[in-house]
């Protein structure tokens, strides 16, 4: 009994210690949109290497649980162990989205004028926006945040590309608005 007690006390103290790595880990730089996808999905493979001992501990305490008659004990921080796992593979995949995005952004920017069609560019805008809210990400993320503000710039862009290249567009309003930017272009 005492020793089954001494168990249930490790356990508790390891849920506890989980609560903690998860709200800490939800303080790195993966989570924010500055860190870029290559050192966030390194580190979130990271975070895997660190889960090891955790489950080396599960697997430690499941078994004693196992031996002392509750094994439900120990079912807690293996939720808990799935949870930070799929939380990690909810940030690989807004990464992974992120690159999608950005490469999209990239070849809009790369579209010459006369091949510019702004309507079918902005339908591939809304369907990455809606990609990415369909996702099982924290919404509260700075890298969630930062990818819909981007989208949301070129929502904003992409209808002025296309007044710019309506049809009634005459050189004297070319005029006005390289005067307005400056600019001879």
Known sequence: NTE?????N???KLEDDLKAYLSSMKKRDFYKYACGRGPALEKLDGVFDELGSFIAKIE???SNATKFGCPESIEAPEKQVEGIKNEVNAMKQLWDHIAVCQSQFEQNMATGWPSIDPFVMEDGVKKLLSALKNMKVDKRADAYDGLMKEIKKWLVFLPLIGELRN???RERHWDMIRKLVDSDF
């Open 60 to 62: 430690e305490l499941g």
């Open 10 to 12: 490790y356990i508790a």
């Open 4 to 8: 089954a007690s001494k168990n249930i």
């Open 167 to 169: 049809e009634s567009m």
